[in-house]
Nanobody
């Protein structure tokens, strides 16, 4: 059974950095897509960054140049390096895996104080 567990969230001052990790347990076959999404109360979950099994990346305009997504196949982990954080980056961040099914992690809170 595939499970996703996020970690690395927390409280940081504006301008600071955090690195989120998403550990994938279970076996994954074939092509897949992994992404980081975020959600604030009353708003829809939005894509922040994604990476395919082939290494193609995509970023929301609001985080380009500040966030970097990467994946370590040996560790079954996807990372989101977040630099130059802004108060508007405050949200619960979720990891998503798409193979023949869709899997979500439980989310990790990121709070950026001004």
């Amino acid at each position: 059974q595939v499970q996703l567990v996020e970690s690395g969230g927390g409280l940081v001052q504006a301008g600071g950095s955090l690195r989120l990790s998403c550990l994938v347990s279970g076996r994954i076959f074939g092509n897949n897509f992994m992404g980081w999404y975020r959600q604030t109360p009353g708003k829809q979950r939005e894509l922040v960054a994604s990476v395919t099994s082939g290494g193609l990346t995509n970023y929301a305009e609001s985080v380009k140049g500040r966030f970097t997504i990467s994946r370590d196949g040996a560790k079954n982990t996807v990372y989101l390096q977040m630099n130059s954080l802004k108060p508007e980056d405050t949200a619960v961040y979720y990891c998503k895996l798409v193979t023949v099914r869709i899997y979500w992690g439980q989310g990790t809170q990121v709070t950026v104080s001004s």
